[in-house]
């Protein structure tokens, strides 16, 4: 149970929640059965991707030439040694979903990453300064709102050229204007409130009244967005990752690997199967989490 | 309402406009020379080299260029393809009703399941029921459609047969475009077959590019109602012993439509971007395959204007839902 506590309050942003709140949150979130599961599950997916190089069985890029596009051991024709098959130049299923586990998350964390620190600061400025300034942040975040997110990330690595990193960037830029709006909000929010104003009478200069005495009580609605851009993240890499403009093969990125089996999609299932079921699994435990810790969070905000 | 209107348009003039900036500088900002960029593996001479920089005005100053680019988008200029030489504005309009007829198939597709299920979901709260068309919802939302894509062409392709692999209709048809709309056309044309090899080909990525949209919209009629069905109205409706049919069909659900519609019509980005992926999957001739196909072959003209093309459709439908919305909702028109 306490072990469970404390990973409740990592996900409430990391901040240090007195345990009486804490407790009370996890109350709440405890009432949701599938944010449990889905808790549980991202935990699961967090112990792989650590001990990947002691659970996979064999490195992800290690190569059987006996054995190609083995079937997984349940079906007739498998080779023992491989529990869910081989690809099709003998790379062993199950050692490179572990290791894709890796991918996933390290995107999803550099993503929210960025994305968080780029859209705090702009969102910041904007709702602080108001006026030009913020009709310009504001002008162009609707600008980037404005193209299917999916597309402008296609387009962002077209220009800085196909990588992990450049899709993990592309993906960052498309997603800030969502974390610039929320914060520029919540900023606004509190500007008018008295506390402020007793901070700025007492001599708090702008850096100060910005990052100190504004930016820590506009934080709780990141907390729902960061849950939910993280899985939008995974799933975007993926899906660039699959159109050839993200991890290139051989890296075990679930998405490449997908665009790699492409082509025996009729003839062997297990190589299109497992990849996709892994981001599902991942992305829907995240998803769930963020259900829990929406309704945990704030009864009153609405499931959209 | 005029005023309204035109209140709406001068929001959407700014937003446009920095479209076309962004469209503009997509180009420029290619690492590399834009015209060996465009040449490709080919070789130039050095005056050849000249006179392209020259011809494409890559030589001018930036504000000239945009200045010169803007000249030519207003009067439908968006450049040449690379690889068919053809402008790129009727190459974009050839393959853009392909790509309508899917989203259109596929939002109808998503409202029919959804919003009943969505109703369903919140008029038998906490059952069973709810819990399971809502985590059939939350499975849809978190799912990375390409793969969904391709399970579906192993099931329903592979394994039963039941369905072709890609295109649009079979190649033993051949009738001329009349709308754009093979379904239409096809009926139209009254070759037997024709219209069932269409609806068999649409099927698959109607379902895949339906699925996200769906999922939302079920989870969203679901809350609206819920919200809607704790209203003293409802209740005094019930008192009246008026049946549960009318009370959730007639009370319930028109006053639930309003967030319904406006979320349906903010899928309008998301089916454009799952079009991407759906037509990729498929080999469906609409514009996201031309996108994703354009990128790979470094058609650079034809990426930027379907960039600005795709955004001027997203906005022009979302000034739309906009309009209507006003016009549903007198509120909302005399707030602004």
Redesign the interface.
Known sequence: MTEQVEHASMKSGGMPVPPGPLVEFWRQYRQNP?AVIGLGIFILVVIIALLADVLAPFAPNDQFRDALLKPPVWQDGADPRFLLGTDAVGRDMLSRLIHGSRYSLFIGCIVVGLSLFMGIAIGLVAGYLRGTVDTLIM??M??LL??????LA??LV??L?PSLTNAMIAIAIVQQPHYVRLTRAAVIGEMSKDYVTASRVAGAGPLRLMALTVLPNCLAPLNVQATLSF?TAI?DA??LG????GAQPPTPEW?TM?AEA?EF??RA?WV??M??LA??VT??AI??MG?GLRDALDPKL??? | MLRFLLSRLLLVL??FF??TV?AFL?IR???GDPVLLMAGERSLSPERHAELLERFGFDKPLWQQYAIYIHGLLQGDLGISINTKRPVLSEFLTLFPATVELSLCAILFAMVLGVPAGMLAAVKRGTVLDHGVM?VA??G????I???G??L??LF??VLQWTPVSGRVSLVYFFPSVTGFMLIDSLISGQKGAFASTVSHLVLPTIVLGTIPLA?IA??T??AML?VLGEDYIRAARAKGLSVVRVVGLHAFRNALIPVIT?IGLQV??L??GA??TE?IFSWPGIGKW??DS??RRDYPA?QGG?LL??VV??IVNLIVDLLYGLINPRIRHTS
């Open positions: 599938g002008r162009l609707d600008i404005a193209f299917p997110s999916l597309l296609l387009v077209a220009i050229g899985s799933l993926a899906a699959f159109l050839g403009m998405g997908l492409r999609i009729l299932w299109v199967t990849p996709g981001i599902l992305v829907l998803n769930l259900d609405k499931r959209s | 700014p937003t920095g479209i962004l997509f900002m290619l690492p985590g939350l499975v939302y978190s799912m990375p390409f793969w969904w391709l399970l062409i192993i392709s592979g939302v989870r969203q679901r809350s919200e979320t980005g998301t454009l971007a991407i992926l990729t996108m994703v990128i790979f990426v960039l795709i955004a997203i906005m």
